[in-house]
């Protein structure tokens, strides 16, 4: 079955840098986009980052835009999401996801950022 295992989460300074990753399992990787969602307390679920299959094409939310950079190893069935220059606003639960014929959703149980001095 598919399954989804972020890692990579925890506590990180202002200013500072984070690689999260996510390894897949149960499905044929290569042949799928992978997001970047993220959620903080009390908000909803935001769209992060977005690469295709073939990892050449990559969409970001302004928000990140310039400082986090999604990627993915399709030897390894693995996505990353490397954040730099981190700032308060990224403290959230980051998860993965894999959607299947544009509606069927797929998530991890997610990992936690925390940006504070």
């Known amino acids: 079955q598919v399954r989804l295992v972020e890692s990579g989460g925890g506590l990180v300074q202002p200013g500072g840098s984070l690689r999260l990753s996510c390894a897949a399992s149960?499905?044929?990787?290569?042949?799928?986009?992978m997001r970047w969602y993220r959620q903080a307390p009390g908000k909803e679920r935001e769209l992060v980052a977005f690469?295709?299959?073939?990892?050449?094409?990559?969409n970001y939310a302004d928000s990140v835009k310039g400082r986090f950079t999604i990627s993915r190893d399709n030897a390894k069935n693995t996505v990353y999401l490397q954040m730099n220059s981190a700032k308060s606003e990224d403290t959230a639960v980051y998860y993965c996801?894999?959607?299947?014929?544009?509606?069927?959703?797929?998530w991890g149980q997610g990992t936690q950022v925390t940006v504070s001095p």
């Open positions: 996801n894999v959607r299947f014929w544009g509606r069927y959703d797929y």
């Open positions: 149960g499905f044929t990787f290569s042949n799928y986009a």
């Open positions: 690469i295709v299959g073939a990892g050449d094409s990559t």
